[in-house]
């Protein structure tokens, strides 16, 4: 029989039946209904608190406090010269966008750092913000070229060279 919207049913054992707490001593879940004698858990509307341990000064406050958050630490997107060799054919051109393009990398706000993991057999031109050394070397020792992207000032790309006031 084929399969159709009007013939759809769950597989066997995917559905249990809802337990019905606190109806009656017959369902074996009655009078206190699981939750034991008195006390605050007992009582209906409570929910406990990640980490509470019933008024015990809890672990993240008994351990001590190290280091600190950069908030001003930079963020690469690192891409490797073994994924340059698989994405890309001899003498192209390699850009952020391209690299984005064909799905090397995910776009994003993050500068392109390239790492001088794997090898490189073709000749590429490759753009990027930062290269390691390693990467330089082999990106040149395989007769491709180095572009190091510069990083602009936003004030700078808001005025264009043509219009900026004259001094």
Do not use: C
Not at 15 to 42: D, E, F, I, M, Y
Not at 142 to 159: E, P
């Amino acid at each position: 029989m084929a399969i159709g919207l009007n013939n759809l049913q769950k597989p066997a054992g995917s559905t249990h039946k809802k337990k019905r707490v606190g109806r009656g001593p017959g369902s074996g879940l009655g009078k206190t209904a699981g939750r034991g004698n008195k006390g605050q858990k007992s009582r209906s509307g409570y929910s406990g608190k990640v980490g509470f341990e019933g008024g015990q000064m809890p672990l993240q406050r008994r351990l001590p406090k190290r280091g600190f958050t950069n908030i001003f630490k930079k963020q690469w997107t690192e891409i490797t010269l073994a994924a340059l060799e698989n994405g890309f054919e001899a003498n192209e051109t390699v850009t952020p966008e391209v690299m984005h393009e064909r799905g090397v990398i995910a776009k994003g706000k993050r500068d392109v750092v390239v790492l001088g993991n794997g090898e490189l057999t073709k000749a590429l031109t490759v753009s990027a913000h930062r290269f390691t050394k390693g990467a330089r070397e082999k990106i040149e020792r395989a007769g491709g070229t180095v572009n190091v992207i510069s990083a602009q000032h936003k004030a700078d790309a808001l005025v264009p060279v043509a219009d900026a006031p004259q001094q």
